[in-house]
């Protein structure tokens, strides 16, 4: 499973950034796609994630400013950020996990390039 995630950059405080990832090579479905992130000296983190049955998932302190959502006919899944705040700037890692390809089940998680937000106070 290869992830190419997009979006990201500079944004102001209280401003709105979108990051796009999309999800190739030989499987059949995916569990969960989503998004990790890393601030430097910490340790990497949830932000949200969004299963194949249409449930998600969000890190406490995101919830009410970031939006994940799906489009499983492209494999692809969208993180809306809004309401940004400096404490949000970060490495953001796609990941995928639950890989199906046919009958045959995976439950490795794959990760992304990573693609930096950066919040200015």
């Known amino acids: 499973v290869q992830l190419q995630a997009s979006g990201g950059g500079l944004a102001q405080t209280g401003g709105s950034l979108r990051l796009s990832c999309t999800a190739s090579g030989s499987f059949s479905s995916i569990n969960s796609l989503g998004w990790h992130r890393q601030a430097p000296k910490k340790e990497r983190e949830l932000v949200a994630m969004?299963?194949?049955?249409?449930?998600?998932n969000y890190a406490e302190v995101v919830k009410g400013r970031f939006t994940i959502t799906r489009d499983r006919a492209k494999n692809t899944v969208y993180l809306q950020m809004n309401s940004l705040k400096p404490e949000d700037t970060a490495t953001y890692y796609c990941?995928?996990?639950?890989?199906?390809?046919?009958?045959?089940?995976?439950?490795?998680?794959?990760w992304g390039q990573g693609t930096q937000v950066t919040v200015s106070s």
């Open positions: 990941t995928a996990a639950g890989i199906w390809k046919g009958e045959a089940f995976s439950g490795n998680r794959y």
């Open positions: 969004a299963t194949s049955a249409g449930d998600t």
